[in-house]
């Protein structure tokens, strides 16, 4: 057994030991360790309970009712269409978990955290979409052993589990396409922010959605060209916002199978945001080869998505996006140094992590490619 081995061991037994744990509550210089680890466990016990209870705030809007100004729970009642004690065993909850605030007249107003949501529609369309996450979920086990033959998150994603991804149709594009525009905004801020274009002249963006990050680019950059590939119902998305946006001049959306498809020529730099994580190793191995094809030498590849490992934030890479992707049926979080490594094999160096203010929400590899 190595020192290591031991000391876990000597450690576990005793974090195990129903006397040390009573001793260490009680003991003053170990207490609040002892509280804040305690805490820790029960949130995770309690986890599929406060997201319910966020889930109901969601569904009944109460944050956007609350955002009108403080009021009492039994307006409140009556807005949400809830029995009055329905309506204040709601508040109480969402009290506790900071979504709501109590005032000293005892009207209820935004939390901090109810307060954060309104700025940030995409978390109330993640948050209800969570409804098929936690049916997926609900036998971890038999997901785990692959023993789920279909998952509501695999008909969602319409191209994780679908050969002929170029053919899926409009409808089944209609979901996970809102979804991504509701929550791109913030993504895109954050990683143009970390990265200029300034230098570049043309970015074409691979699994670019209805265009959200591209339309942010090109309005922060107005010299910059940009191209978007995604699936033909998705690009036909990105076509028309382009057109609204007033950007048709300089912006274009291919519609194709990355896997089967040649991507458009004449970029000097190819973004894939948000796009590697959902793919398993082969199939993320066929993308990046697919953008070295296309880039110039000296040419950068920006690879931004939430990853493993990211310190903080280990849960959200690891934990969700890990379960997430499982139940979705394909791909996987990636730590900055897998991504890095596949990166390297398909010449593509030197490979930069790149800090960007939200790693919570993504992470930015830049890469150069090689001669
Ligand atoms: C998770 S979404 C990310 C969208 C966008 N980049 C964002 O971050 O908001 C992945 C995107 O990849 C596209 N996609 C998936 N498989 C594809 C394929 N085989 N060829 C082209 N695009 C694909 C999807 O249609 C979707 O728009």
Not at 137 to 145: H, Q
Not at 156 to 177: F, H, L, P
Request: hydrophobic letters at 45%; charged letters at 25%.
């Amino acid at each position: 057994m190595s020192i290591f081995d031991s000391w876990l061991d000597v450690r576990n037994r005793l974090l195990a030991s129903p006397a040390f744990q009573r001793w260490a509550s009680a003991f003053p210089l170990t207490r609040p360790i002892a509280q804040k680890r305690a805490r820790e466990l029960f949130d995770i016990v309690a986890g599929f309970v406060y997201s319910q209870i966020l889930f109901a705030c969601v569904r009944l809007k109460l944050f956007e009712i609350l955002a009108e100004g403080p009021q009492s729970a039994d307006a409140l009642a009556k807005r949400m269409a809830l029995p009055p004690e329905g309506a204040i065993r709601l508040l109480r909850a969402a009290g506790s978990l900071r979504l709501v605030a109590v005032c000293e007249d005892k009207r209820y107003a935004l939390g901090e955290l109810g307060a954060a949501m309104i700025g940030n529609p995409g978390i109330a369309a993640m948050v209800e979409h969570h409804a098929m996450v936690y049916s997926d979920l609900a036998d971890p086990v038999a997901l785990l052993r692959g023993e789920v033959e279909r998952t509501a998150l695999s008909s969602y994603w319409s191209y994780a589990a679908n050969t002929d991804a170029a053919n899926v149709d409009e409808q089944s594009i209609d979901g996970y396409t809102a979804l991504m525009s509701d929550s791109q905004s913030l993504i895109a801020g954050d990683v143009l922010d970390a990265y200029s274009l300034k230098g570049h002249k043309c970015l074409l963006d691979v699994g670019g959605g209805d265009g959200t990050f591209l339309v942010t680019a090109a309005k922060r950059w107005p010299h910059l060209k940009v191209i978007l590939f995604d699936l033909p119902a998705v690009a036909e998305r990105a076509k028309a916002r382009f057109q609204r946006e007033g950007l048709a001049d300089r912006a274009t959306a291919v519609g194709g199978d990355v896997m089967r498809d040649p991507l458009p020529e004449g970029a000097d730099v190819v973004s894939l945001v948000r796009v590697l994580h959902d793919h398993d190793d082969d199939e993320a191995l066929a993308i990046i080869k697919a953008a070295r094809r296309v880039l110039p030498t000296g040419g950068t590849l920006l690879v931004a998505e939430p990853m493993s490992g990211t310190p903080g934030a280990e849960p959200i890479g690891d934990a969700y996006f890990g379960f997430y992707l499982l139940a979705m049926g394909s791909g996987r979080p990636r730590t900055p140094v897998e991504i890095d490594n596949m990166l390297r094999l398909n010449v593509f160096d030197p490979v930069r992590l790149v800090p960007t203010v939200r790693p919570i929400l993504t992470r930015l590899l830049a890469a150069t490619r090689m001669a």
